[in-house]
């Protein structure tokens, strides 16, 4: 998997959204410290919206292939400035987190990433699991993509084998 980024406001979903992406229960925990696990970078909130720590988000983002901005979808503002992405040397994307929420606003935060200069947005909700397979997939290298697509591929083999069985055992 490419190494991902994440960075955002506090409570923008950056850390429920790392949980979702490793496959782990989702449990509310506040990020004091940059998380620097295998393949995913979990900034906290406060590198982004203080002037004295943002600039070590630029450092960490050298160690990633991929930045991932991340606004909530009910956001009353956006934090990323016009054309943000062209201080950056590494391609970035926009995440829009938290769509399940009663009052999220999808098409106005889209607007916002893409002003902030994000070509590829993933609306999601690392709640419900919706869009997050996307996320994942394009995070996926070729060895990643080879080996689900494989794992794929044995899953119906044996969803098919298993249909066949029963299918016998019911005719005789």
Request: a negative charge; hydrophobic letters at 35%; aromatic letters at 4%.
């Given at each position: 998997?490419?190494?991902?980024?994440?960075?955002?406001?506090?409570?923008?979903?950056?850390?429920?959204?790392?949980?979702?992406?490793?496959?782990?229960?989702i449990k509310y925990f506040k990020t004091q410290y940059v998380n620097y696990l295998e393949t995913i970078?979990?900034?906290?909130?406060?590198?982004?919206?203080?002037?004295e720590t943002s600039g070590a988000l630029s450092l960490y983002s050298y160690e990633?292939?991929?930045?991932?901005?991340?606004?909530?979808?009910?956001?009353?503002?956006s934090i990323f400035s016009p054309c943000l992405t062209s201080m950056v040397n590494r391609e970035v994307i926009g995440i829009v987190s938290g769509i399940d929420k009663p009052d999220a606003n999808v098409e106005r935060v889209t607007r916002w990433l893409k002003l902030a200069g994000c070509k590829k947005i993933f609306p999601l909700s690392?709640?419900?699991?919706?869009?997050?397979?996307?996320?994942?997939?394009?995070?996926?290298?070729?060895?990643?993509?080879?080996?689900?697509?494989?794992?794929e591929k044995r899953a119906k083999a044996k969803e098919a084998k298993k249909k066949k069985?029963?299918?016998e055992k019911t005719n005789e």
């Open positions: 998997m490419k190494k991902l980024i994440l960075i955002g406001r506090v409570a923008a979903g950056k850390t429920t959204l790392t949980q979702a992406l490793r496959g782990e229960e970078i979990d900034t906290p909130g406060e590198y982004t919206e203080r002037r990633a292939d991929i930045v991932g901005l991340v606004l909530s979808a009910n956001e009353p503002y690392a709640v419900t699991g919706e869009g997050v397979r996307e996320l994942a997939e394009y995070l996926e290298d070729e060895e990643d993509r080879k080996e689900r697509l494989a794992a069985t029963t299918k």
